[in-house]
């Protein structure tokens, strides 16, 4: 035979074969045995790449913790911005909610001019019981105008300087006030003491005098306007022996989370100094 | 002394143990008085005396009488236990509270408040010494470093 025709003979052999394995592949008579001959090819490939993801997160992990450190810590002052804001925004909402309460309360007693201060601290010595607010003198605020807030009385300013006031509570042991009972009408005095509770003196024994009753400023001595609610009577003490009765009264006022008060701007307190009869010498 | 003034109002005011209060002014009078390098702790007792006189609704500058006597305690102790600060500390801490205190309750009761002399003692003036003890050793340990701050110990070479 001669060269050509065996190499003609090769080639289309060759092609022959590379057509059959197709069909086989196609007509998927083939994937047994490709299945058989690829299985131990997959799985070298899948160790050596997991070889390969072990050593390559080796050298390059350390880099990433710190680039997560990085973002993770920025991600903490985003957080703790975050919070700083919440709790700003709930303390002005709770302010914003103490002032639209005052502001509802001046509304609904116009006859009452009023301006809004904020309490900014307390009397320094434990036996007085006085706040210190944010206007003074220069707000239009004098000596002695009564301080209220939207739940009742608080007490009245006792000094005064061009940005700032001092006021004394009437819880204070030195505070004094006429009040009357809302029911009777009957004219009592409310004393404050150290312990920050008010009583009620004065009270005449045949008064049948009951826990609940509400009591409210009489005006009378002319330092409070009246019919300004200060609180409710909690117990009553009556003793036969006794001139008088006395009661503890709750206050309307929370003082020890006063935020904001209202100071009446035109009330002006009647000073009965001058016709309290005094002894010659 | 503003800066205390401030805490005191707005801060340990508004702690009280029973109806008592740390006083946060005596405590840094006393422990800077207690110093031995310090030599104007009546000028400050002036300035914390008349300052509290000023904010507080106590009668006949009573604050002021009340700091000086009790810097007066201080550096008497001061010379008479100098070689135990700490234990100088508490007891013009404790004296002090309470000279402070009585002589408050005196001062009202002649302005014409009532106030009952059992429960000033037991509601107010005990607690505020007791509140005044828990407090007086940090208080002297700034006040110290503060001191060796302001006046450093010199050093011959």
């Known amino acids: ?281 | 002394m503003i800066v205390l003034l401030i805490i005191q109002s707005v801060v340990i005011s508004r702690l009280p143990l029973l109806h008592g209060t740390a006083d946060i002014v005596l405590l840094v009078l006393v422990a800077w008085a207690l110093q031995e390098k310090v030599k104007h702790a009546w000028g400050w007792a002036l300035i914390a005396g008349l300052m509290v006189s000023l904010v507080s609704a106590m009668p006949y500058f009573s604050p002021l009488i009340g700091y000086l006597l009790i810097v007066g305690i201080a550096r008497i102790l001061q010379r008479h236990v100098w070689q135990m600060p700490i234990l100088a500390m508490f007891v013009a801490t404790v004296g002090g509270t309470l000279v402070q205190n009585v002589l408050y309750y005196l001062a009202l009761q002649i302005h014409g408040t009532p106030l009952p002399l059992n429960e000033s003692l037991s509601l107010i003036i005990l607690p505020s010494a007791l509140l005044n003890l828990l407090l007086s050793l940090p208080v002297y340990a700034l006040v110290s470093d503060l001191a060796n701050w302001v006046y450093p110990v010199e050093v011959e070479i």
């Not at chain 1, 490709?34 to 992990?61: H, N």
């Open chain 1, 1 to 281: 035979m001669n060269l050509p025709f065996r190499r003609y003979w090769q080639t289309t052999l060759l092609v022959l074969v590379v057509i059959g394995i197709l069909v086989l592949a196609l007509s998927g008579y083939l994937g047994p045995l490709l299945k058989l001959a690829l299985d131990p090819l997959v799985g070298a490939q899948g160790w050596l790449s997991s070889r390969y993801m072990a050593v390559y997160e080796f050298v390059t992990v350390p880099r990433d913790v710190a680039s997560l450190r990085a973002r993770n810590a920025q991600l903490e002052d985003d957080v703790s911005g975050l919070q700083t804001q919440v709790i700003q925004l709930q303390q002005q909402q709770r302010q914003a909610q103490v002032l639209y309460a005052l502001l509802n309360f001046a509304r609904a007693n116009p006859e009452n001019e009023y301006v809004a201060a904020s309490v900014i601290g307390r009397d320094p010595s434990p036996f007085l019981h006085y706040v210190l607010i944010d206007h003074g003198s220069d707000d239009g605020i004098r000596h002695g105008m009564p301080v209220v807030t939207q739940q009742g009385l608080v007490g009245r300013v006792d000094a005064v300087t061009a940005g700032a006031a001092r006021v004394q509570l009437i819880n204070d042991p030195g505070s004094q006030i006429n009040v009357k009972l809302q029911s009777s009408q009957t004219e009592v005095m409310l004393n404050g003491s150290i312990t920050g509770d008010i009583n009620l003196g004065m009270i005449p024994q045949d008064l049948n005098l009951q826990p609940g009753e509400v009591v409210l400023t009489s005006g009378l001595g002319g330092n409070y306007p009246q019919e300004v609610v200060v609180g409710q009577v909690v117990s009553v003490r009556k003793r036969e022996t006794d001139l008088f009765q006395t009661a503890s009264v709750q206050p309307a006022v929370d003082f020890n989370s006063l935020q904001a008060v209202l100071i009446i701007t035109n009330f002006t307190p009647v000073n009965v100094t001058p016709l309290i009869p005094t002894t010659s010498p």
